[in-house]
């Protein structure tokens, strides 16, 4: 039986039905070949997301003047919570797009947003949050994933774990090191897929959520150009804590 939802907005009774109705008949029939057959590959829901990115579900904690939708937290935590209820790999997907959206939203320059966010928030481009390292968990001040900066571009060398939809993602939200001045000396720059020299480990083999790939991604002097940076240098943990 659906669970009763109270919205704080006019619209969040009609954004829970549209998304029911699309689990429904988008999500419910796949979702169990699906899983078992990434419990054994690498395949992995692109379209679902392209789905729910063109009924404007990835898009709606944004605000409206940078393409969102403007919903408040209540409701799209329950928008995701329905997800859940039916594919729950999609509902952490979801969860980790808004990740990497988020710091372009927020600490973005306005040609940064126009030039990434239209395709972030309609699903065309789906991405993945680079945060946590073998030994940089929880305590993401001592990350040693460095961006060196080189005259117009930082060249990025190091390696993250247990990231949600390393190699299928098209851009990797990524936090490196661009000083040793601790949790001040963090940026975030965002990282094309097909930047030469970003590789990916084996998927990690998981009791269950066999869609919501996992793996390593690894900087091997990956070239990005400067503009790519979100906000200041040292401004990374600020902007990390923000999307979390």
């Given at each position: 039986m659906p669970a009763t939802r109270l919205m704080p907005t006019d619209e969040g009774q009609e954004l829970i039905d549209l998304t029911?109705?699309?689990c429904a008949k988008e999500l419910a029939p796949q979702v169990d070949d699906a899983?078992?057959?990434?419990a054994h590959d690498e395949s992995f829901p692109t379209e679902v997301f392209r789905t729910l990115g063109a009924a404007g579900l990835l898009s709606l904690p944004q605000p409206e003047e940078h393409g969102g939708y403007g919903q408040p937290y209540e409701v799209y935590l329950q928008v995701v919570e329905e997800i859940a209820s039916v594919w729950m790999s999609v509902?952490?997907?979801v969860s980790v797009h808004a990740l990497t959206t988020y710091p372009v939203t927020a600490f973005g320059t306005d040609e940064q947003r126009?030039?990434?966010?239209?395709?972030m928030l309609s699903g065309d481009r789906l991405g993945a949050y680079c945060l946590s390292e073998p030994l940089a968990g929880s305590d993401i001040a001592s990350m040693t994933t460095r961006a060196t900066r080189d005259g117009d571009a930082y060249v990025l060398r190091g390696r993250k774990a247990w990231i949600s939809h390393a190699g299928h993602a098209d851009y990797y939200t990524t936090f490196a090191r661009t000083s040793d001045d601790g949790g001040k000396g963090?940026?975030?720059v965002v990282v094309p897929a097909d930047a030469d020299g970003l590789s990916f480990g084996t998927?990690?083999?998981?009791?269950?959520?066999?869609?919501?790939?996992?793996r390593e991604v690894l900087y091997d002097d990956v070239r990005v150009d400067a503009d790519?940076?979100?906000?200041a240098e040292g401004q990374?943990?600020?902007?990390?804590l923000s999307a979390l």
């Open positions: 029911r109705e699309i899983e078992r057959a990434a509902a952490v997907g126009a030039a990434l966010l239209p395709d963090l940026t975030c998927p990690e083999k998981k009791m269950g959520l066999h869609c919501d790939t996992v790519r940076r979100i906000g990374g943990m600020a902007i990390a």
